[in-house]
């Protein structure tokens, strides 16, 4: 339900965009989350009420939403960034929450 | 410590029946629902539905509703995920997660492997 490039890249340093698109019922109406997978692990809680970092996760990483889009800013990239990352928000008309189809990032 | 451990991984036949644990620990068991998540081989996250420990309430995903049921035991801060009349196509890894937000996970389990295979 919410659309994700399936894939980016960038080369150490560089600052990468994700982007995340939705409708009304999910991203326009209600915060979004952006987790962050390594290889072989759980889920990461990276961003959540669209802009707002846990803490312990660095603030190379940033959120905004603007509508019924949002995206992640990673800036500084580095080689343990490679990793997989989704956007997630509740959806009022399916009643839970959907999650894009994920971007996986490269890092060069 | 703020932790949900799953049951190991599990290999099934077609048309068995299948129930993980996630035990949660650390915190207040009842003050978090807890939500199932499926990642098919390769490919993304999956939402299939949540419950509410302190009363047992569950809403799940029309895309698992009928397939799938969750459970809460509240004595032993554990929560399940039944699966009926499995297919080759529920193999998978399954999480269960701690909800603090509309779609805000914390803490996650470290995922439990299944295969159904004949």
């Known amino acids: 339900v919410l659309t994700q490039p399936p894939s980016a890249s960038g080369t150490p340093g560089q600052r990468v965009t994700i982007s995340c698109s939705g409708s009304?019922?999910?991203?326009?109406?209600?915060?979004v989350t952006w987790y962050q997978q390594l290889p072989g692990t759980a889920p990461k809680l990276l961003i959540f009420?669209?802009?707002h970092r846990p803490s312990g996760v660095p603030d190379r990483f940033s959120g905004s939403q603007s509508g019924t889009s949002a995206s992640l800013a990673i800036s500084g990239l580095q080689s343990g960034d490679e990793a997989d990352y989704y956007c997630?928000?509740?959806?009022?008309?399916?009643?839970?929450?959907?999650f894009g189809g994920g971007t996986k990032l490269t890092v060069l | 410590e703020v932790q949900l451990v799953q049951s190991g991984a599990e290999v099934k036949k077609p048309g068995e029946s299948l129930t993980i644990s996630c035990k949660g620990s650390?915190?207040?068991?009842?003050?978090?629902?807890i939500s199932w998540v499926r990642q098919m081989p390769g490919k993304g996250l999956e939402w299939m539905g949540r419950?509410?420990?302190?009363?047992?309430?569950?809403n799940y995903s029309p895309s698992f509703q009928g397939h799938v049921t969750f459970s809460a035991d509240r004595s032993t801060s554990t929560a399940y995920l039944q699966c009926t009349s499995l297919k080759a196509s529920d193999s998978a890894i399954y999480y269960c997660?701690?909800?603090?937000?509309?779609?805000?996970?914390?803490?996650w389990g470290q995922g439990t492997l299944v295969t159904v295979s004949s």
């Open positions: 009304s019922s999910n991203i326009g109406g209600n915060p």
């Open positions: 997660a701690r909800q603090v937000g509309a779609s805000a996970y914390d803490y």
């Open positions: 650390g915190y207040s068991f009842t003050s978090y629902w």
């Open positions: 419950i509410d420990p302190s009363d047992s309430y569950a």
């Open positions: 009420s669209n802009n």
């Open positions: 997630a928000a509740w959806d009022d008309s399916l009643n839970g929450v959907v």
